[in-house]
């Protein structure tokens, strides 16, 4: 309500401001995604230098200690600095984001002291070669950047600006940290169009029906490369290649046909089984390693320290049991590679010969990634080194999200997918047309497929860093098998983790036993409301005592014949009333003059994890006898559902609309004009089966492997 | 509520059919799409073939007879199968999907007959060479495809199938046609990403927060591409081109730094003030159309015949006007051209030379876009035949859209749109690194930027029908600019056909007065409400004396101490129960008995176009004065706002649920359980300011240019 007043001057201010605030989100963003990477293969590239010319003049132990003395340091600092300064910037933050978009306001996750962890963590734990991605804190970083941004700075560091007051909302809040995950993800992939679907599949409720298009759409796609195939043979008459409007200007490249579905459909249910282990592992480690963090900070960086003393031994010692392999004739690049990344690591090989093993795990992530993709290397790896830098990424990479500090999983993900599907292309060999390189980018799919289960946005990911468009079908074949299979066993990776860290995450569908129950079989406890003109006493009394978000106001005999709901008034706004004592002696209707003292912007929703509390509020025995008129600030016209609404329906509205507060209101009309308040707990499956036992789960659970497709 | 009752069994078939019809959607669709490009491709190519080897013979004359009276005879077949057959399947189609997604049910517009007419219809006007594209009506057939699966076959010609039964309500049915017109965009231009964003941007109500997290993306992806052209040069230390990941694999194609940013400016600036200009004249033209049409259905074909022989001498006239070119020395293609396609007609020419005027116009469209978006050819065009070509195109579209064929709109404006982009990149010249190709293909981007609207889907289809990735930076940027800039000028092509075709399209924005009314203020006329027994004949009174599609159920008196909102029955329903005669001799509760004898599929949605009538519906006297429990078979829970709830909360709730009756009630208990009832036609801005004309659009006029703008 406070928008009415709004003049046609502050109308364009809101809307130049929005765009110009989403036009900075986009150019800090892209910054600080560069700023990382820069760091990162500069930090990363000089330790594997050092470390490589230390190996060449024969020096391994010292190469050792340097390389493993330097991966400490750097693990040690960014888990030091995120276990005591900001331990909300640990993890991928995508789930923190997922949840915050969903209406869960977790502490601290948009402040700008995360924020400053979360790079500089980020760049330092990744530079210490740990097997993490950087995506998922770039992700984080840029919904940190805009939360920032929107509060019109940080205000603990005074860093304010009064021009951005119209953003203090949620409705904005959220828009702006949309933009924000999405720049995130274009910044870490280079992938504009993948960042706008990541945002709209992982972060809002429509995934289900992107899902069911993408598959459409998937359909089509195939069928017409099928069709296309037939007719490249001369069989349509003037048709030709012409028609569908395709310009192949690249098509000398990636050729492929009907007869490589299979490999690709072997591919994606590997990926899927991988996938869905691959999540449940990491959920056991997740948990066992809260059971370690209960213990105190120490253990928590003892830990990091243990997982970075293990990854540099294994990266270290692993390329030895490689045997070496002879310098092809034909190499387009030197071999063996003496500088930084290249495909022909020298290692402990002598002259003309290079180490396989050490291309792949003895570099960074990003240069391994490149490695796997590159075509026309077919027989530059062998079996055992590929196989055994499967084994690796997949286990490290489980064991190494736990720790403090930022972690990313895709680029873990794509590399451990990668890996695997490049080996399914070398033991296929002849068998199939595809070369390696491509069943590399297929395997990293299936498996992004297999844990993230994000479809679309993915294969737009992945076409963006591999910037050819003709993947596209087996690409999706690839993914939906991949999902499919993964979704048989178990969640996807992020809502387990938000499982994990207790955010009562509020899906979009249903659960079936919702349909059995009304809204009024879940409504609990006793309600708390105000009269529209409250006694101060009774106010402090109620907020004290109970930690309501939303209450409802409720006008009585004096003012109204019958009581009627008048709104619902938010504990935020009740707090700011109780700070500007503008309280009255008598119970009274407020006049303007008192209404005059308050400024929109007071009640402007505060920054994330800094609500005033009601114990900092000290009222005197005289000011606790006044009264308070609650009119004018509560919300007059709040979501109301009647008692009788199915439960399904009820959440289809609180989800879509996207409130925090819903209001029961009675079916007769001769009971209390609201008889309860449903918050997004109320729709926790805990909650109501607590509740109800008899509509148990294990009804249902034989379902388990089919709900996910339901919308 | 026919859902509570399913077993699991039922359960498992749903979803598996949900799937099953999904893939057959895109089978279908991909089917259709291919034989309708061969189809195309053949007739119009023969049709080519001939005329040209008549011309190489010098009977020129003849030429043009053949050539106008094969479009003559495809145009009057096209148009007079629509007239008569199907009038639903004319136009482009897009609009009546996007109205139904958005629940607008216009009579006939997804029926079998239709679909088939759509189908041959567009296959014959597009061989007739005139000026309009296959893409709008492959998503309307996409779109019937889809609905007529879901429906189980079409009723009236006998072909259903019990299985589907599920599938009767508007949710699934809403689904199934997103995914259908999906696929339909996916198989005109292979571009299954870009149908599943098409779907998402146009088809939902999404779109607002969509373009904004476009533009954050955008401004990510030129700064890093500027970045790393910093980093080329190599000062940046070890990174190099490495840390982002990206491939680029192709990257000796499409060169382009900052210093082209400005051409690209201009582009983008030029396209949306032609955009608007082509939706500004469109509409007008649709109008006199609309004008002529009710005059009758001859006229109707009349036109159509007028336009095709106007168009066969445009096409063949004009290239007489351009002067032969020698062949260039270098040609990579045999010219000139004897075939169908190829970048060099010989027309009229003596040999060795070719008319380059009649390679872009006497040509099937996707020849001509090919013949422009091909690079290399920068000196193959001279800027008369240019511009001659894009002012044909430009006007020759608009009128061709009109006539009473399936007609689409986007390969008009991508051909439009290429040959001014081609024009500017000519005048240029050396200004610019970029080659005419690449203008031309940017061109294309800003006109459909500036007449469709669409930013992301747009920006992927073109990307996947050029299949390259490089161009994204840039034409992000230009479909913003040309956006933005038509944005200020008129609304998207779409809402302007849909607004003059009279659908109530509901915009997911709420208008600022919205703001300052109360639901309870456009609550209008008397409330027709049925009580929880009622008498048959006071039903059939009603039904017959209103048009109202949805009815409050309100127990009195005899039933509850005071009178009680009971549910919602919708007018199908009662129909149904009219016809089975069920009725009661007294007003007593009915029994299980009864109920029994009703099936859930009894009540399910009838196919489009198809509802019952209360005039077909004979009832005696006797029957008359007999009773009809209705409780059994009303809606118990309605989605409900009180009366003072703001309308602007009210559209939020009705556009995102997406419902069709919203309840209100009233504030205080002293009053009737319902007060009134919302339908879409309720929050139609004409209907709102007819009410409250002090709420006068004036003031807000003056803010028109920024409203787009606002979410």
Same mark, same amino acid.
């Given at each position: 309500?406070?928008?009415?007043?709004?003049?046609?001057?502050?109308?364009?201010?809101?809307?130049?401001?929005?765009?110009?605030?989403?036009?900075?989100?986009?150019?800090?963003?892209?910054? =600080?995604?560069?700023?990382?990477?820069?760091?990162?293969?500069?930090?990363?590239?000089?330790?594997?230098?050092?470390?490589?010319?230390?190996?060449?003049?024969?020096?391994? @132990?010292?190469?050792?200690?340097?390389?493993?003395?330097?991966?400490?340091?750097?693990?040690?600092?960014?888990?030091?600095?995120?276990?005591?300064?900001?331990?909300?910037?640990?993890?991928?933050?995508?789930?923190?984001?997922?949840?915050?978009?969903?209406?869960?306001?977790?502490?601290?996750?948009?402040?700008?002291?995360?924020?400053?962890?979360?790079?500089?963590?980020?760049?330092?734990?990744?530079?210490?070669?740990?097997?993490?991605?950087?995506?998922?804190?770039?992700?984080?970083?840029?919904?940190?950047v805009?939360?920032?941004?929107?509060?019109?700075?940080?205000?603990?560091?005074?860093?304010?600006?009064?021009?951005?007051?119209?953003?203090?909302?949620?409705?904005?809040?959220?828009?702006?940290?949309?933009?924000?995950?999405?720049?995130?993800?274009?910044?870490?992939?280079?992938?504009?169009?993948?960042?706008?679907?990541?945002?709209?599949?992982?972060?809002?409720?429509?995934?289900? *029906?992107?899902?069911?298009?993408?598959?459409?759409?998937?359909?089509?796609?195939?069928?017409?490369?099928?069709? =296309?195939?037939?007719?490249?043979? @001369?069989?349509?008459?003037?048709?030709?290649?012409?028609?569908?409007?395709?310009?192949?200007?690249?098509?000398?490249?990636?050729?492929?046909?009907?007869?490589?579905?299979?490999p690709? *459909?072997?591919?994606?249910?590997?990926?899927?089984?991988?996938?869905?282990?691959?999540?449940?592992?990491?959920?056991?480690?997740?948990?066992?390693?809260?059971?370690?963090?209960?213990?105190?900070?120490?253990?928590?960086?003892?830990?990091?320290?243990?997982?970075?003393?293990?990854?540099?031994?294994?990266?270290f010692?692993?390329?030895?049991?490689?045997?070496?392999?002879? $310098?092809?004739?034909?190499?387009?690049?030197?071999?063996?590679?003496?500088g930084?990344?290249?495909?022909?690591k020298?290692?402990?090989?002598?002259?003309?010969?290079?180490?396989?093993?050490?291309?792949?795990?003895?570099?960074?992530?990003?240069?391994?990634?490149?490695?796997?993709?590159?075509?026309?290397?077919?027989?530059?790896?062998?079996?055992?080194?590929?196989?055994?830098?499967?084994?690796?990424?997949f286990?490290?990479?489980?064991?190494?999200?736990?720790?403090?500090?930022?972690?990313?999983?895709?680029?873990?993900?794509?590399?451990?997918?990668?890996?695997?599907?490049?080996?399914?292309?070398?033991?296929?060999?002849?068998?199939?047309?595809?070369?390696?390189?491509?069943?590399?980018?297929?395997?990293?799919?299936?498996?992004?497929?297999?844990?993230?289960?994000?479809?679309?946005?993915?294969?737009?990911?992945?076409?963006?860093?591999?910037?050819?468009?003709?993947?596209?079908?087996?690409?999706?074949?690839?993914?939906?098998?991949?999902?499919?299979?993964?979704?048989?066993?178990?969640?996807?990776?992020?809502?387990?983790?938000?499982?994990?860290?207790?955010?009562?995450?509020?899906?979009?569908?249903?659960?079936?036993?919702?349909?059995?129950?009304?809204?009024?079989?879940?409504?609990?406890?006793?309600?708390?409301?105000?009269?529209?003109?409250?006694?101060?006493?009774?106010?402090?009394?109620?907020?004290?005592?109970t930690?309501?978000?939303?209450f409802?106001?409720?006008?009585?005999?004096?003012?109204?014949?019958?009581?009627?709901?008048?709104?619902?008034?938010?504990?935020?706004?009740?707090?700011?009333?109780l700070?500007?004592?503008?309280?009255?002696?008598?119970?009274?209707? $407020?006049?303007?003059?008192t209404?005059?003292?308050?400024?929109?912007?007071?009640?402007?929703?505060?920054?994330?994890?800094?609500?005033?509390?009601?114990?900092?509020?000290?009222?005197?025995?005289?000011?606790?006898?006044?009264?308070?008129?609650?009119h004018?600030?509560?919300?007059?016209?709040?979501?109301?559902?009647?008692?009788?609404?199915?439960?399904?329906?009820?959440?289809?509205?609180?989800?879509?609309?996207?409130?925090?507060?819903?209001?029961?209101?009675?079916?007769?009309?001769?009971?209390?004009?609201?008889?309860?308040?449903?918050?997004?707990?109320?729709?926790m499956?805990?909650? =109501?089966l607590?509740?109800?036992?008899?509509?148990?789960?294990?009804?249902?659970?034989?379902?388990?492997?089919r709900?996910?497709?339901l919308?």
């Amino acid at each position: 309500q406070d928008w009415r007043g709004r003049s046609k001057v502050e109308i364009f201010q809101y809307v130049f401001m929005k765009w110009l605030l989403c036009f900075c989100i986009g150019i800090i963003v892209s910054l =600080i995604g560069f700023a990382n990477n820069l760091a990162v293969e500069n930090l990363a590239g000089v330790k594997f230098v050092v470390t490589s010319n230390m190996m060449i003049a024969g020096r391994f @132990g010292m190469g050792f200690v340097v390389f493993s003395v330097t991966n400490l340091v750097l693990t040690l600092f960014a888990s030091v600095i995120t276990a005591f300064v900001a331990p909300a910037a640990a993890g991928s933050g995508i789930p923190e984001v997922k949840a915050y978009l969903n209406g869960v306001d977790a502490p601290e996750i948009f402040s700008l002291r995360t924020l400053v962890i979360q790079i500089i963590g980020n760049i330092s734990a990744v530079s210490a070669s740990l097997l993490i991605g950087k995506a998922g804190p770039m992700v984080h970083t840029g919904a940190c950047v805009a939360s920032i941004l929107g509060q019109g700075g940080s205000k603990r560091y005074r860093l304010t600006w009064r021009w951005l007051r119209f953003f203090k909302n949620d409705r904005d809040r959220r828009d702006l940290v949309t933009c924000g995950s999405a720049a995130g993800i274009a910044a870490s992939f280079r992938a504009p169009v993948g960042g706008v679907l990541f945002a709209l599949e992982e972060m809002s409720s429509w995934s289900a *029906l992107l899902w069911r298009i993408f598959f459409s759409t998937a359909v089509v796609a195939i069928v017409l490369r099928a069709l =296309i195939d037939v007719c490249l043979s @001369g069989k349509c008459g003037l048709f030709g290649k012409g028609g569908l409007i395709m310009f192949d200007v690249y098509s000398e490249n990636a050729s492929y046909h009907l007869g490589d579905v299979l490999p690709v *459909l072997l591919l994606g249910v590997v990926g899927g089984i991988l996938g869905s282990l691959y999540n449940f592992l990491l959920d056991k480690v997740l948990r066992a390693y809260n059971f370690i963090y209960e213990k105190g900070v120490t253990w928590k960086i003892l830990l990091a320290c243990a997982i970075s003393i293990f990854t540099s031994c294994l990266l270290f010692g692993l390329p030895f049991l490689a045997s070496c392999q002879p $310098c092809p004739a034909d190499a387009l690049e030197e071999c063996p590679t003496i500088g930084r990344s290249g495909n022909f690591k020298k290692y402990q090989c002598p002259p003309g010969h290079y180490n396989d093993l050490a291309s792949l795990i003895f570099n960074t992530n990003d240069d391994a990634i490149k490695n796997l993709f590159s075509k026309n290397t077919d027989f530059e790896f062998h079996y055992f080194s590929v196989l055994v830098f499967f084994v690796t990424c997949f286990f490290l990479s489980i064991f190494s999200y736990g720790i403090v500090a930022p972690a990313g999983l895709f680029v873990p993900v794509i590399v451990t997918g990668a890996s695997y599907g490049r080996f399914v292309g070398m033991l296929l060999g002849s068998n199939s047309n595809l070369n390696h390189g491509l069943f590399a980018v297929l395997g990293a799919a299936s498996f992004l497929g297999g844990t993230m289960r994000m479809t679309v946005s993915t294969c737009v990911i992945l076409l963006e860093l591999t910037n050819n468009l003709l993947l596209l079908p087996m690409m999706m074949v690839v993914l939906l098998i991949s999902k499919t299979v993964a979704d048989g066993f178990n969640a996807n990776i992020y809502n387990l983790i938000m499982k994990l860290k207790g955010f009562p995450y509020l899906y979009s569908h249903a659960e079936p036993y919702m349909r059995q129950l009304l809204v009024g079989d879940v409504v609990t406890g006793p309600l708390q409301f105000f009269n529209g003109i409250e006694k101060v006493e009774t106010i402090v009394h109620v907020l004290k005592t109970t930690n309501h978000n939303g209450f409802p106001v409720v006008d009585g005999p004096p003012l109204a014949a019958a009581p009627v709901l008048c709104g619902l008034i938010l504990r935020a706004h009740i707090l700011t009333l109780l700070k500007k004592r503008v309280f009255m002696s008598s119970p009274v209707v $407020c006049d303007s003059n008192t209404l005059a003292q308050f400024k929109a912007e007071e009640f402007a929703k505060k920054g994330s994890g800094r609500s005033d509390r009601i114990e900092d509020v000290e009222l005197s025995e005289e000011e606790l006898n006044m009264y308070l008129d609650l009119h004018p600030f509560s919300n007059a016209s709040p979501y109301t559902v009647v008692e009788t609404m199915s439960l399904a329906k009820a959440l289809i509205l609180f989800r879509e609309v996207g409130i925090r507060h819903l209001l029961v209101i009675p079916k007769t009309s001769n009971r209390p004009p609201v008889v309860g308040i449903l918050t997004r707990h109320d729709f926790m499956p805990e909650h =109501i089966l607590g509740l109800h036992p008899s509509q148990s789960r294990s009804r249902w659970k034989r379902l388990r492997i089919r709900l996910p497709f339901l919308s």
